[in-house]
């Protein structure tokens, strides 16, 4: 155990110098390839907003059974089925037929081609299941159509959240899909996310629909105008949705140098708005935002160039916030906030200035206690522990990992830990050399081939723990869980090649005298 | 040279376990009776700090700022420095009226200064059910990982006794924060986790030790063997727990108030690991009767 070839011994610290070479490139501000890499603070250390957003498909849902309603019906009548008292009450349809016709009824609805009930192909299931109570049909989304449902409003809001925060000027934010209905969205450096929530918080469903009284055609709605309290009904059909919106900017009104909201409509929505504009002369066109009306404007003229505007008792602020809305478009479905982490800057800075004093002194009172303990030895462990720790950094920066103040944490108990190996070690030779062993180099020998099974046995244990922690913990805990798992293999490393290597020199040279330890 | 130690610890055992056994009792109570401070991870809620230079706040008026503002069961505590309040209060869930935005602007009306908001988490009530669920799984996985890495590693009266051993030291940590009122949080959890892997990471440098001398001593007792193997690794026992201890305790008075929980879970958890790996682990091996004969028949049989 105590021999080295030349090969090795080059290898070992070649590959020490190349790994805990990284630790450098943090404070370098080269562009290098190899100097590029930096440790990431985490951010409970640089200060940052952590948001959890659900997406809330209730309504998607309902606007999902709603859309089955007409095609179901023509399908029951195909089959012969005589349904009775049709109704959809919440995300159910309801309705009721014969004993007899439950088979027919059973027999297209479980069809895997039939177009009513999809056949989701990735969940091996149908998009809606039912349930026979006597003669009542309860038709809902089956817990695979909710996820897909999710899944696909989750896939459509990234995209539009990516751009109302690239629109807030935040840099470098990181939003990513969590689970089946969330969104995890990392602001670094942002202290106040509030207007950030405020953005997000609004799905911003733009609609323009006529104000009238007329029932008959696709029934009406009642509103109460934001600006001037008054109650409008409004018909139920839809001229145009923000979807037709290219641009929206904020501008003052010439008249009377009120905010308003400009935008700009694209080929279609354009066609659209002129015939419906140039129909409605002297009638009033309702703005609809997120079930609220803005306002009401009467339509003077005929719009035909495919701009607009709104206005609404804006503030410059809110004509801004909705003109950004605008153009990122329409959230499929409301996102709410069911996490949220924020650290102001400055007790990130706090937090790294005492977990770096804390590691030092850690650092130090390690050192000091092992030289008192074994002198010559304790300097081994102690160089071992030195290039363990810069390992350890070199692996964090080539990783580009993220360091959190419970990391640290990490290190710090690695340096607290990473001592056991060579103890382990140094123990078991004392050992050795108290029995009748005729030189040291056998006691050495032995002693390091005896606690080799040990050290690994005890670092896997825990290395086990620490991934286990790694996959279940969240946030600040996973970096807790990955400066501790590479801390352990850069202790293995260190104890097994570098205080290996160091000790066999010193036992090569001391051969005869005894009891070194 | 210095003599190797040799303490007689086979007398002590039957006295050390009766008292773990006790201890274990009363934190199974306390956990059960009394219950565990959660913190907003698990609980949900919402957390503020916040910082106010000026030296005529008291907390009471900290207090009353976060009273009337209808934000459920609300805490209020000194946390660091002077200046510095950690204020906690039970609502999950904010609307347009009563939201993080308008609880900041009410603060800094009613106190009058510049508040410094220096960190602000809320949980939701299904993310902490989430979060305390996963948890629970990240803990019941790592015993069952123990236990399978040393089921394959050695005999099973080994891994029985080093599970136990971990049940000890993990039940007797929780109790500690249940009886001080202590909050536990998603970093406990870390704490706990790592508690794990340490006090299996002790027992099995013992085991090693008395598996070594089961064959090496196979006529003596598994007392003897016991006590000679415990003797044997105590340098070292001590070594790491010393240096581990050292290091946590440089985290728990410098690293900050944060890691302050994290750190006490943990310097509690290595103390108790360490006492376990002696007292609880190894009389264990004798209570299920394992010898060299056992041992070899075991072999055998794999």
């Given at each position: 155990m105590l021999n080295f070839s030349k090969i090795k011994i080059v290898l070992i610290y070649l590959s020490f110098l190349a790994v805990s070479f990284f630790c450098f490139s943090n404070i370098s501000d080269s562009n290098n390839f190899f100097l590029k890499k930096k440790i990431n603070l985490g951010l409970d250390l640089q200060g940052g907003s952590y948001l959890l957003l659900e997406v809330d498909s209730t309504p998607l849902q309902k606007r999902q059974i709603q859309s089955k309603v007409i095609p179901l019906k023509k399908k029951l009548i195909e089959n012969n089925i005589n349904y009775k008292n049709f109704k959809i009450k919440e995300n159910i349809i309801l309705f009721e037929i014969n004993t007899d016709e439950k088979e027919r009824f059973e027999k297209f609805f479980k069809?895997?081609?039939?177009?009513?009930?999809?056949?989701l192909n990735q969940y091996r299931s149908f998009e809606l299941d039912y349930v026979f109570e006597k003669n009542l049909v309860k038709i809902f989304l089956s817990k695979n159509g909710i996820i897909k449902l999710n899944t696909s409003a989750v896939d459509q809001s990234i995209e539009i959240v990516r751009k109302r925060i690239d629109e807030t000027g935040t840099k470098e934010p990181s939003i990513i899909k969590r689970g089946s209905n969330r969104i995890l969205v990392e602001l670094p450096g942002i202290k106040d996310p509030e207007r950030i929530k405020e953005l997000l918080g609004k799905t911003a469903q733009l609609s323009f629909r006529m104000v009238t009284d007329?029932?008959?055609?696709?029934g009406i709605e009642t509103f109460i105008l934001k600006d001037t309290q008054e109650k409008i009904s409004v018909s139920k059909r839809i001229i145009l949705t923000g979807d037709n919106l290219i641009d929206a900017n904020p501008k003052y009104d010439n008249i009377n140098q009120e905010p308003i909201v400009a935008f700009t409509l694209n080929r279609l929505g354009s066609q659209r708005f002129g015939q419906a504009t140039s129909k409605n002369i002297g009638k009033r066109l309702a703005i609809i935002l997120d079930n609220e009306a803005i306002s009401a404007p009467v339509i003077?003229?005929?719009?035909?160039?495919g701009q607009g505007t709104i206005s609404g008792n804006f503030t410059f602020q809110s004509a801004t916030d909705l003109s950004l809305l605008l153009r990122s478009g329409a959230l499929p479905a409301p996102l709410s906030v069911v996490e949220e982490r924020t650290v102001g800057p400055d007790l990130g800075q706090d937090s790294i200035d005492a977990g770096v004093f804390s590691l030092i002194i850690g650092f130090f009172l390690v050192i000091i206690f092992m030289i008192i303990k074994y002198r010559l030895f304790g300097l081994i462990a102690n160089i071992s522990l030195i290039s363990n720790l810069l390992m350890l950094i070199g692996f964090l920066t080539l990783l580009e990992a993220t360091l959190t103040l419970p990391g640290i944490a990490g290190i710090i108990l690695t340096v607290g830990m990473a001592v056991d190996a060579n103890v382990l070690i140094f123990e078991r030779i004392k050992e050795e050399l108290r029995k009748n062993i005729s030189n040291n180099i056998q006691a050495f020998d032995l002693g390091f081939k005896r606690s080799v099974v040990t050290i690994l046995d005890a670092n896997i244990t825990t290395l086990i723990a620490s991934i286990i922690l790694f996959i279940f913990g969240s946030g600040p805990v996973k970096g807790f869980a990955v400066t501790l798992s590479i801390g352990l293999i850069t202790t293995l490393f260190s104890a097994y090649f570098i205080s290996r290597h160091l000790t066999s020199i010193i036992v090569l040279r001391n051969r005869e005298k005894k009891f070194l330890i | 040279m210095k003599k190797e130690y040799n303490y007689n610890f086979i007398k002590k055992f039957k006295m050390a376990n009766l008292i773990s056994i006790v201890f274990v009792l009363i934190s199974l109570i306390l956990i059960i009776f009394k219950g565990l401070n959660f913190g907003i991870d698990f609980k949900g809620g919402t957390l503020i700090e916040l910082r106010v230079?000026?030296?005529?706040?008291?907390i009471n008026d900290i207090r009353s700022a976060f009273s009337n503002m209808d934000l459920g069961d609300l805490n209020v505590k000194e946390f660091g420095k002077k200046g510095d309040y950690l204020i906690k209060f039970e609502k999950k869930e904010f609307n347009k009226a009563v939201n993080i935005k308008s609880i900041k602007e009410s603060v800094v009306n009613k106190l009058g200064v510049d508040v410094n908001f220096r960190r602000i988490e809320n949980v939701g009530p299904k993310v902490s059910a989430e979060l305390l669920n996963s948890g629970l799984i990240a803990i019941c996985l790592a015993l069952g990982a123990m236990l399978f890495y040393i089921w394959i590693r050695f005999e099973w009266q080994f891994s029985l006794g080093s599970i136990v051993a971990i049940f000890h030291d993990v039940l007797i940590t929780i109790g500690i924060f249940s009886i001080l009122s202590l909050e536990v949080n998603l970093s406990i959890v870390a704490a706990v986790l790592t508690i794990v892997g340490y006090s299996m990471n002790d027992t099995v440098v013992i085991y090693d030790r008395i598996r070594e001398n089961l064959s090496k001593y196979s006529s003596s007792t598994i007392d003897d063997v016991s006590n000679t193997s415990i003797n044997e690794t105590l340098s070292r026992t001590i070594i790491t727990s010393v240096t581990t201890l050292l290091a946590l305790g440089s985290i728990y008075v410098l690293g900050g108030e944060i890691l302050k929980g994290f750190s006490l879970a943990m310097i509690i958890g290595v103390i108790i690991g360490t006492y376990s790996s002696i007292f609880v682990a190894s009389p264990i091996l004798k209570y299920l009767r394992v010898s060299y004969k056992s041992i070899a028949k075991e072999e055998e049989k794999n």
């Open positions: 069809d895997k081609n039939n177009d009513i009930n999809i056949y007329d029932k008959t055609e696709f003077r003229d005929a719009i035909t160039g | 230079e000026s030296n005529n706040i008291k």
